[in-house]
């Protein structure tokens, strides 16, 4: 089955830009969502199909995905932007939808 | 708006089953799949499969063949998620999720249910 790796955790100081990596085989080749998801609550769609963003997210979320990463960048982090976030794709040889592990942000 | 609202928490014996509904407002029901996804204590989040409450056809993941089933009542605009034979492994939150699809085919959950707690203990 296929496999998204993320790293376990990032930190980084407010109003600095922050990096998630989602790694895949060929990933580039897949349409690639990120949710984010605060202790106790519901994940939060916040960029889907690699760059879009729903209403409502601010444009200091972002996404790219080539090659094999896909990124989530947010620049300018906010203390409220503490949260887990995934990736997920769907995997066609499989027919499955695949998250994967998670990222906790630290805002320090 | 867009609300989708889920059964309360539910304690099980192993060995039992489980029956979540995810009632849904504000938008055309048989319009967009439902997936269902959990979460275990600490852990991440787990695609456990799809209804399409249009045709109520479903597609499960693997790891759930044969002991979930997804149904839905579109009379009163609600999904289900039933899973039997539980073990302690079952206990999660068990998320709903809509899922609108682009043109292009790309799917997504933008709106999601609060979760459901199954807890799993003898």
């Known amino acids: 089955s296929y496999v998204l790796t993320q790293p376990p955790s990032v930190s980084v100081a407010p109003g600095q830009r922050a990096r998630i990596t989602c790694g895949g085989n060929?990933?580039?080749?897949?349409?690639v969502h990120w949710y984010h998801q605060k202790t106790g609550q519901a994940p939060v769609l916040v960029v889907y199909d690699d760059s879009d963003r729903p209403s409502g997210i601010p444009e200091r979320f972002s996404g790219s995905n080539s090659g094999n990463t896909a990124t989530l960048t947010i620049n300018r982090v906010e203390v409220g932007d503490e949260a887990d976030y995934y990736c997920?794709?769907?995997?066609?040889?499989?027919?499955?939808?695949?998250f994967g592990g998670g990222t906790k942000l630290t805002v320090l | 708006q867009v609300r989708l609202v889920q059964s309360g928490a539910e304690v099980k014996k192993p060995g039992a089953s489980v029956k979540i509904s995810c009632e849904t407002f504000?938008?055309?029901?048989?319009?967009?799949?439902i997936h269902w996804v959990r979460q275990a204590p600490g852990r991440g989040l787990e695609w456990m499969g799809e209804i399409n409450p249009n045709s109520g056809d479903t597609k499960y993941a693997q790891k759930f063949q044969g002991r979930v089933t997804m149904t839905r009542d579109t009379s009163i605009t609600t999904a289900y998620m039933e899973l039997i034979s539980l073990t302690s492994g079952d206990t999660a939150v068990y998320y709903c999720?809509?899922?609108?699809?682009?043109?292009?085919?790309?799917?997504?959950?933008?709106?999601w249910g609060p979760g459901t707690l199954v807890t799993v203990s003898s």
């Open positions: 997920q794709v769907w995997d066609a040889s499989s027919d499955d939808w695949v």
């Open positions: 060929n990933i580039g080749s897949k349409s």
């Open positions: 999720a809509r899922v609108p699809c682009k043109t292009n085919g790309v799917c997504y959950s933008d709106y």
């Open positions: 504000g938008y055309t029901f048989t319009g967009f799949f």
